[in-house]
C-alpha cells in the first residue's frame, strides 16, 4: 500500500509516514527536510507539513550501513517549499529556492558587509543568503527616520546619531566574523586581514558554525569565496574589478589594491 | 499618552474628548440580527473577507474584514535578537488600537492569548538567536462591548494566515470561535486540541458539562473555519 | 575598460545589487533611462484614495459608534495611508480686552514688538492640526526622527496654508432640557435665535489626525498630505449641547493616581446625529510632490556605447549631466538622492505654499520642478480625489 504524497500542501496536513512499503514488499523511508515536522498520529511516526507550499520529493543515497542491513531500498527527503517568490526565484530555473524566512546554517553561503577590521577578525553583517534572499525586508533607510541628516535636538541626545551612507545600521542584520585562520586555506600564518578585506566590502562566504549569540562564524578558505564587490580607497573610490586571487583594479585610474577575491577567473 | 511627550505635537492640554449622546432606539433591532447571525458561522465565513500579503515591508501579512472590524496583521522576522544564544526564537505580540477602545489591560490580555496560541504552534527550534514578531493593527471594531471575544478570534483567526503567509513554519492551522451566550474565545488546532481559551461570562455553570457543551460547539464551528481558512489558502495558489 | 573583457564582477540577482550597492543598481539603470520601479524620470505614481469608511459619519460604515470624524485611506504603489481625522473641544480663552478695562495699559508693557504682532496676524485665523504620524516596520517604542519630522512638518505646513480657518472650527452649543410637556428636547441656536448662553462663553473643536503607513517605499510626505486633504474633505463637526441637569454639577475626575473633584460648569455632549460639514478653504488646497537631483556616473554610462546615446534622449540639457527624479521610491533612489526638493502649492498653482530644499540643487532642476509640481496638483485636484 502506498500512500499519495500531495503536491501542494498547507501547514498541518500530513504529507506520508516515515515508512511505506512499495510494490515489491521493499521498505521505502522519507525524512523530514525543511518545511516539515516529524510528529505522531495514532503512534505512527508521519511527516507533516509545516509550510504552505509546494513539496518536493528527492531521493537520498543509503548509507552503507543501511545497505548492509537491507532493511530499507530506498530512501526519500520530503520537503516543502514555501510558494512566496524571493530575490533568486527570476535567476534560479533549477529549483535550488530556498524559503526566504530561512536562517543561516553550517555549510549555507553568505553574503556579508564588512563592518570592522581588527587584526584577528573582520566583523561582518549577513546580508543576503543565496538562494534564498536579503535577510531583512527593509534595509536602514527611514529606519532611524534617516533622511538627509540626522539632527539629534539637546534634550533627546539618546537618540541614536547615525550618519552614514544609508546602511542597515539599526542592529537589524545578523552578524559574523570571519577569523585571519579562515580567510584562505594556504599559507594561513601569512594572511593579514587589512590585505584580504576592508570595511565596506562585500564579501561572499560560507558559514563554518552558527556561532554565539552576537555572531555566525564564516569562512572564506575556498576559491569561490572572498571579496566580490569592492570599492578602491576604503570605499571613496571607484568600484574595483578583481585581476587575480588577491588583486583588484579599478580600471579607469589602474589603482591596485590587495583583497582576497573570490574566484576571478 | 501623557501631557509631558515632546515627541509628538499633541495640542493644548485643555482639550475634553468628544463625548457622543446616547444611540437611539434603532440600533437594537440590529443587535438582534447579529445575535442571530453570530449563531451561524457559515453565513459569517461568508461574510468575511481576507487578503494576504499587501504589506510588503513585512516578512507576512494578513488583513481581515468581517462585519465593521478591520484588522491588519503583519509578522517580522525571524530577525536577530541581541543579547545570549538562544536556541530557540522567541515570540512577542504588539497590538495597536487605531479606535482608541481597547483599554490597555485588555490590549495585554489580547496580546497575552495571542502569544501563548502562537507559541505552542510555530516551529520555534527552526530558528535560532532570533525573535518573531507579531504585530497586530484594529483598524475598526464594531460593538467592541459586546463582541470583545469575538474580535479576538478575529485577531487569532487573521494572524494563523498572516504567520502561513510569512512562511514561518507552523505545525498546525489555528482556528478560533467565539461563543457570545457565554462569551468564550476558544483556539483549536489538529482534531480539536485546545491551545487557547478565554471565557468571560457572568453565568454560573452548573456542572463541568455545561462547558463541555460549549467545548464542544466551538470545536466543531472551529472545523468549518479550519476548512474554510484551507480553501482559502489553496485557492491561492 | 570594454578592452578588457575578464574585467567582470559576479552576478547578483537584481534585489541583491540593490541591496549591496544601492548607487551602482541606480546608475545602471538610469544610464539605460529607466528608474529600478520602472518609471521614467517625470512619472508620478498613481494614487487611489476612499474614505476609507472609518468614519462615524460614513455611509459604508456599520460603526456608527466611532470618534472619527473623517478618515481617509490612500493608496499608492504598495503604500498604504490610513488617515483618522477625531475632535476634542476646547473652551476659547476669553481675550484680556474683554474683561480687563486695564488691558490697554498692559499690552503696551508686555507687547511692546508690533512687527511680531503683525506677524502673527498673518496666521490669527488660521487653525492649527495635530498630527501623528506612526510608520509601521515591526518595531515600537519612542516614534522615529522620520516620523517626528513628519508631524512637524504637516503641522507647520498645514497651518501656514490657512487651509482651515478658526470660525469653521467653533461649536454652536445648544441646550438640551424638558419642555412643558416632559419632554426631552435640544434647542440650538440655529433653531431658536431667542436661545443665547452667556457671551463671554464660546468653545471650538480641536482636530487631531492620525496617520499609519504600511509598506512605506519612499518620502511620505506628499501621500500624508493628499490623505490629509481627502479625510478633511470627509469630516463632519456633530452639534453639540449642554445637558441642563449636567451643567454646573461637581464631577469626581481621577488623574495619576490621584482621585479628586473638579467643579465642572458646563459638560459638553455631541449631538448623536446632527452634524455639519467641516468648511475648508479650497482655494488655499494644493497639493505637495517631491524630487531628487542626480549627477550620473560616468564610469558606469560609458559602459557600453549604446546605453550612452540612449541616456542623451533622456537629458534635455547635454551641459548638465544631473537628472530630476519625480516622486522618489525605492531604496536605490532613496539612499542615493542627496539633493531633495519638496514643493506645496495652492489651488491655482500659483503660490507656492511650502518649498524644502536639501542639497546642492542648480536653477534649472528647481524651475522644472516647480513647474512639474504645478502641473501635478492641478492634475490631482481634476482628479477629485
Known amino acids: 500500500m502506498t500512500i499519495d504524497i500531495p503536491k501542494y500542501t498547507f501547514p498541518g496536513q500530513p504529507l506520508s509516514p516515515v515508512y511505506q512499503s512499495s510494490n515489491n514488499k521493499s521498505i ?8 516539515t515536522i516529524l510528529s505522531k498520529i495514532n503512534n505512527i511516526d508521519v511527516i507533516n507539513s509545516t509550510l504552505l507550499g509546494n513539496v518536493k520529493v528527492n531521493e537520498v543515497l543509503l548509507t552503507d550501513e543501511e545497505v548492509a542491513e537491507k532493511t530499507i ?15 533568486y526565484s527570476e535567476l534560479n530555473d533549477n529549483g535550488i529556492i530556498i524559503n526566504n524566512t530561512y536562517l543561516p546554517k553550517e555549510g549555507d553561503i553568505v553574503l556579508v558587509r564588512v563592518l570592522k577590521i581588527s587584526l584577528k577578525q573582520a566583523n561582518v553583517e549577513i546580508i543576503a543568503i543565496e538562494n534564498s534572499g536579503n535577510i531583512s525586508k527593509e534595509s536602514g533607510i527611514g529606519m532611524n527616520g534617516y533622511q538627509q541628516s540626522n539632527v539629534t535636538s539637546g534634550s533627546n541626545g539618546q537618540f541614536l546619531s547615525i550618519i552614514n551612507n544609508g546602511l542597515n545600521e539599526s542592529g537589524e542584520n545578523f552578524r559574523g566574523i570571519i577569523r585571519v585562520q579562515d580567510i584562505r586555506s594556504t599559507e594561513k600564518d601569512k594572511v593579514k586581514i587589512v590585505e584580504s578585506f576592508k570595511p565596506n566590502d562585500i564579501i561572499r562566504a560560507k558559514v563554518l558554525s552558527i556561532g554565539d549569540g552576537q555572531n555566525y562564524y564564516l569562512t572564506t578558505n575556498e576559491n569561490e569565496f572572498g571579496v566580490v564587490f569592492a570599492k578602491s580607497q576604503n570605499g571613496n573610490g571607484q568600484l574595483m574589478y578583481p585581476i587575480d586571487w588577491q588583486n583588484m583594479i579599478v580600471p579607469s585610474t589602474g589603482e591596485i589594491e590587495l583583497r582576497k577575491c573570490a574566484k576571478p577567473f | 499618552m501623557s501631557t509631558l511627550d515632546r515627541r509628538r505635537i499633541l495640542g493644548p492640554a485643555n482639550v475634553k474628548p468628544l463625548i457622543f449622546g446616547l444611540s437611539s432606539s434603532q440600533s437594537k433591532q440590529e443587535n438582534k440580527i447579529e445575535e442571530e447571525e453570530e449563531e451561524d458561522i457559515n453565513s459569517q465565513i461568508s461574510k468575511t473577507f481576507i487578503k494576504t500579503g499587501l504589506i510588503t515591508n513585512a516578512n507576512g501579512s494578513s488583513y481581515l474584514e468581517y462585519n465593521g472590524n478591520i484588522i491588519s496583521v503583519s509578522i517580522y522576522g525571524p530577525r536577530p535578537v541581541r543579547g545570549t544564544f ?18 490597555d489591560l485588555l490590549n495585554k490580555k ?11 504552534v510555530i516551529n520555534l527550534n527552526k530558528y535560532p538567536k532570533s525573535g518573531i514578531s507579531i504585530f497586530i493593527n484594529v483598524l475598526s471594531i464594531n460593538n467592541f462591548q459586546k463582541y470583545k471575544y469575538k474580535l479576538l478570534s478575529l485577531i487569532s483567526d487573521a494572524t494563523t494566515i498572516a504567520l502561513i503567509n510569512s512562511g514561518i513554519e507552523i505545525i498546525d492551522i489555528v482556528s478560533s470561535t467565539f461563543d457570545l451566550n457565554s462569551n468564550t474565545v476558544i483556539s483549536f488546532i489538529k482534531s480539536n486540541e485546545i491551545v487557547g481559551l478565554l471565557s468571560d461570562s457572568n453565568k454560573i455553570y452548573k456542572d463541568v458539562n455545561d462547558f463541555n457543551k460549549i467545548i464542544k460547539k466551538l470545536g466543531n464551528d472551529s472545523n468549518i473555519v479550519k476548512n474554510s481558512l484551507i480553501n482559502y489558502l489553496m485557492s491561492g495558489n | ?3 578588457q573583457p575578464e574585467l567582470k564582477l559576479v552576478d547578483f540577482p537584481p534585489a541583491v545589487l540593490a541591496r549591496i550597492s544601492p548607487e551602482l543598481s541606480l546608475q545602471r539603470h538610469l544610464a539605460i533611462g529607466l528608474r529600478p520601479n520602472l518609471r521614467t524620470f517625470e512619472e508620478f505614481k498613481t494614487v487611489q484614495i476612499n474614505d476609507g469608511g472609518l468614519s462615524r459619519y460614513s455611509s459604508t460604515n456599520s460603526n456608527n459608534e466611532s470618534d472619527v470624524l473623517g478618515s481617509s485611506i490612500l493608496r499608492s504603489g504598495n503604500t498604504t495611508v490610513i488617515c483618522t481625522i477625531r475632535g476634542g473641544i476646547i473652551e476659547e480663552d476669553i481675550l484680556g480686552e474683554n474683561n480687563n478695562e486695564d488691558a490697554d495699559a498692559v499690552n503696551a508693557i508686555f507687547a511692546k514688538d508690533k512687527e511680531s504682532i503683525i506677524n502673527q496676524e498673518n496666521l490669527i485665523d488660521s487653525a492649527p492640526i495635530y498630527p501623528i504620524v506612526e510608520i509601521e516596520r515591526g518595531r515600537n517604542g519612542p516614534p522615529t526622527d522620520e516620523e517626528m519630522n513628519l508631524s512637524q512638518k504637516l503641522y507647520e505646513t498645514f497651518l501656514h496654508s490657512k487651509i482651515l480657518s478658526k470660525s469653521s472650527l ?41 496617520f499609519k503607513i504600511f509598506s512605506r517605499s519612499g518620502p511620505l510626505f506628499d501621500l500624508i498630505w493628499i490623505s490629509l486633504i481627502s479625510a478633511l474633505k470627509q469630516t463632519k463637526l456633530p452639534y453639540a449641547y449642554i445637558d441642563e441637569n449636567a451643567a454646573d454639577i461637581k464631577i469626581p475626575i481621577k488623574m495619576t493616581g490621584n482621585f479628586g473633584t473638579i467643579r465642572e460648569q458646563y459638560a459638553i455632549t455631541c449631538d448623536d446625529e446632527k452634524f455639519n460639514n467641516l468648511i475648508l478653504n479650497n482655494e488655499e488646497i494644493g497639493y505637495s510632490s517631491n524630487f531628487g537631483v542626480i549627477s550620473l556616473d560616468k564610469n558606469v554610462s560609458n559602459n557600453n556605447e549604446e546605453d550612452e546615446k540612449k541616456m542623451e534622449i533622456d537629458i534635455n540639457d547635454e551641459n548638465n549631466d544631473s537628472i530630476l527624479l519625480v516622486d522618489l521610491e525605492g531604496e536605490e533612489e532613496e539612499i542615493s538622492c542627496k539633493n531633495l526638493i519638496n514643493v506645496v502649492v495652492d489651488s491655482k498653482g500659483e503660490n507656492l505654499k511650502s518649498l524644502t530644499l536639501t542639497g546642492n540643487i542648480d536653477k534649472s532642476s528647481l524651475q522644472k520642478a516647480i513647474d512639474l509640481s504645478k502641473k501635478r496638483s492641478k492634475f490631482l485636484i481634476n482628479q477629485e480625489i
Do not use: A
Open chain 3, 1 to 3: 575598460m570594454s578592452e
Open chain 3, 170 to 210: 467653533k461649536v454652536k452649543v445648544g441646550l438640551k432640557s424638558k419642555n412643558d410637556k416632559n419632554e426631552i428636547e435640544i434647542l440650538y441656536n440655529d433653531e431658536n435665535s431667542e436661545f443665547q448662553l452667556g457671551p463671554k462663553r464660546s468653545w471650538n473643536y480641536i482636530l487631531y489626525c492620525k
Open chain 1, 73 to 87: 531500498s530506498q530512501k526519500f527527503k520530503i520537503e516543502v517549499i514555501n510558494n512566496k517568490q524571493n530575490e
Open chain 2, 86 to 103: 538562544t536556541e530557540k526564537t522567541s515570540l512577542d505580540v504588539h497590538l495597536d488600537d487605531n479606535t482608541e477602545t481597547i483599554s
Open chain 1, 28 to 35: 521505502i523511508e522519507y525524512i523530514p527536510g525543511n518545511g
Open chain 2, 110 to 120: 489580547f496580546c497575552n492569548y495571542i502569544e501563548n496560541n502562537f507559541t505552542t
